[in-house]
């Protein structure tokens, strides 16, 4: 069976590794693939500027009520780091009124085990990866995640959240402020505490995605094809599509895994899914011996990712369509955010000229989509959102079983693509 993966970001790469190892052979379509030259350049795109943690503690879903009030009542705040741009859009109307129409607690309580579920599976097949060998060390780290919080409701709320996640194994301890001290010397005063949750686990994007491209370009059944995918025509017996280069290809089945851009070929292909969007920055400073853990800083809503030699900081959610352009005010919060939080830190550490930003694709329901679209031929593999580096092995296994007409690991029936 020929096979065509379109999309080189996380979920396009973690399909084409399992299809590759179900002996398929595989031709990937990736306009953009990282600079050869200079690896220490960090390329656009979400799977590049994410802050590369493993999440199962992330359980709530983006439509939850409370992330849905306090959305509404950022959204009008210049440096906020959640945003929707006002735009004539049906598509936007749409997602908009099924966001709301799942922000509620059922909603919630229905979401939290299939999101559970998926990051659980997916962290088990990251620890496969690397222990295979086969793409070497992505700085997998084991040291879990804090959740460090400035206000005492703040706190509150994810201890609320850390209870929930107890009831799937997922194991976290509450740290005031001297015992964060102790682990994490620079942390400044005006911080109240952090829940540290011990399931979750650090990674380093650009290394996993450097070291993955170098594995399937070396495996003799992989082509990559340096071009954009411009439409799919099913008009024939197998599905045949063209790229910018005028150049015609067909294949028996394709999996499209364009991030946030999957509504553009889904469409040509008479299909479409609800997805926005949401885009994010990182900016990141060499001072790598300053912070010790991952962490998320909850009221900046900033993550903070120490890798081997610099320290990531990303954030924001600005829903204003399919573009790369930079918002320099929201990029100065992320920076102003360190020094908000660690002693030591200021906004001239962070390189803001260097910044980078990436587009998580959103479902209106916080679910990822996984499955076959109206015509069975085309598998689509997005909508990861928040999570969609956490759980790229276990939808990139997922799409391969759909590809191939097999049982998959957990149940895909919460991912199909018609659901709204
Ligand atoms: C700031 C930030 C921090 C994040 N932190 C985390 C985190 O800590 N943990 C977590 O789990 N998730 C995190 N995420 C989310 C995660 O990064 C994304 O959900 C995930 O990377 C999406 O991967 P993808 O492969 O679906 O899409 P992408 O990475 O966007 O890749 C899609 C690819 O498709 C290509 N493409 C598009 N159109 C075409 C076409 N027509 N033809 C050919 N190719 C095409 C693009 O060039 C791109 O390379 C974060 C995201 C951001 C922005």
Redesign the pocket.
Known sequence: MKVAV????????CTSYYLLKAGVQVEL????KPNKENEKEVPF???????????PS?IIPLSSPSLFASGLKMMFQRKSPFYIKPRLSANLIKWGFNFAKHSNNKHVDYAIPEIAQINLYSKELFQEILSSNEIGDFQYRDRGLLMIYKTKEVGDEELEVSHRASEFGIKSELLEHEALKKIEPHIHPSVLGAVRYYSDVSTN?IEFMSKMWAYLMAHQNFNLVE????AIDLNRAEVRFY?DSGEGYSFDKVAI?????AN??LKSAGDSILLEA?????IQTPKSNHIAFPALLLESKV?V?PFKDIIRF???MELSGINHNINKLRVSAIAESAEQYYQGLSVNDFKLDKVR?????LSPDGLPYIGVSKDPRIVV??G?????????PAAGKMTTAVLLEQKTEISLSPFVLNRF
């Open positions: 379109i999309g080189g970001g996380i979920s396009g790469l379509f990736e306009p953009h795109g979400a799977s590049y500027v994410n802050a590369g943690y493993l999440t992330h994007p071009n954009k995918v411009e790229t895994t364009t991030g946030a851009q553009r070929l949401g885009k994010g920055y990182a993550a990712s990303s954030g924001t930003c990436g587009l998580r694709p593999n997005t990861g959102a928040m999570m969609g580096w956490s759980i790229g």
